[in-house]
């Protein structure tokens, strides 16, 4: 695990190409009916990205996408269909519902923010008096938010994404019911591993079809948090914050640093010793959650190999 070779971002040309889009963490290439997701090694906190890179995080994200979206496949149907590369999915093109499905099961992050502020109706739904940082709701909430092309993504109650038509209700209604089953699902596998899974998001598309698809990454560390079981309880009772294995480390360090993303703050430069924190953190929850250490890929070239692969498997199956 030597090799510090990170990916900032790609460029490729494929035959049948349509399409580039450059997300905060991933580039998607449309090329005819599929698109092929490629994981760099980027960071975004606040909906900006970060100067630094992230040794093995793209890697880890995608290859934490893929064993999730395999475990749940048959229960909840998903865009993905393979993997021929360690930073690379390849799935099913779907448009994209323009919201973003999150449940949350603990007061914490943007939720404890908006509640420390003195909100206490979160997405449309009432939070009570006297809660605590990294409480435990007495069930998981459904907080979503619109899905922004550009800019930050803003919260928006149930009601609101129905009367703006932003999701036709029967469908926001499959929306919801595969959230809630996917959280339950997530949150089952995490307790076999000695972690609860805190608050996740989800996203959602819909195919040529017309079928309601889980589309993008689940349960990895860029789009859910992780507390640690085996003392969780014990520090809250005692006002100690829980361990934990998430991406709000970073964000508390850029809060620390002065930085929440709002005009005229300057980020912050992340050091060599923080990066390589953040590095460590990645690979330990996939080793936790999979049980097996990542086999990192640290090839002198990895767009080379990034682009060999998918076209390797491109032209094998299309």
């Known amino acids: 695990m030597s090799s510090n070779i990170t990916i900032s971002g790609t460029d490729f040309k494929f035959k049948g190409q349509r399409n580039l889009y450059k997300g905060k963490v991933r580039d998607v290439y449309t090329i005819d009916d599929l698109l092929v997701m490629v994981a760099t090694d980027r960071i975004s906190a ?6 630094r890179n992230i040794p093995h995080k793209g890697q880890v994200l995608n290859q934490m996408a893929s064993y999730f979206l395999k475990e749940t496949a048959n229960i909840i149907p ?3 269909i393979a993997a021929p590369d360690p930073n690379v999915s390849i799935g099913k093109k779907c448009t994209p519902y323009k919201v973003e499905m999150v449940v949350r099961n603990y007061l914490v992050g943007h939720a404890w923010r908006t509640y420390k502020e003195g909100n206490r109706v979160l997405c449309g739904i009432g939070l009570s008096e006297g809660l605590k940082e990294n409480q435990q709701f ?10 922004a092309d550009e800019g930050h993504d803003l919260d928006i109650s149930r009601e609101e994404i129905i009367a703006r038509g932003v999701v036709p209700e029967l469908e ?25 899974l805190v608050d996740t998001k989800y996203e959602f598309g819909k195919d040529d079809k017309g079928n309601i698809l889980l ?22 009772s ?13 964000r508390e360090w850029l809060i620390a640093h002065g930085f929440q993303g709002k005009e005229d703050q300057i980020m912050p430069v992340m050091p060599d010793s923080f990066i390589k924190e953040i590095s460590e953190r990645y690979l330990e929850l996939y080793r936790i959650i ?9 090839t002198i070239d990895p767009l080379e190999r990034i682009k060999t692969n998918i076209e390797s498997w491109l032209v094998s199956n299309t």
């Open 46 to 51: 606040f909906d900006y990205i970060l100067a």
């Open 78 to 80: 998903n865009w993905w």
């Open 138 to 147: 007495e069930k998981p909430i459904l907080t979503p938010s619109t899905k």
């Open 172 to 196: 926001y209604k499959v929306l919801e019911k595969y959230s809630l089953e996917l959280f339950n699902i997530g949150s089952n596998m995490a307790k076999e591993r000695g972690l609860i």
């Open 215 to 236: 589309i993008d990454e689940i349960h990895t560390p860029d789009s859910s948090r992780y507390f640690y079981e085996e003392d969780y309880a014990d520090r809250f």
């Open 238 to 250: 005692k006002g100690l914050a829980p361990r934990q294995l998430s991406k709000e480390f970073v």
């Open 290 to 298: 999979t049980g097996h250490e990542l086999e990192v890929f640290a």
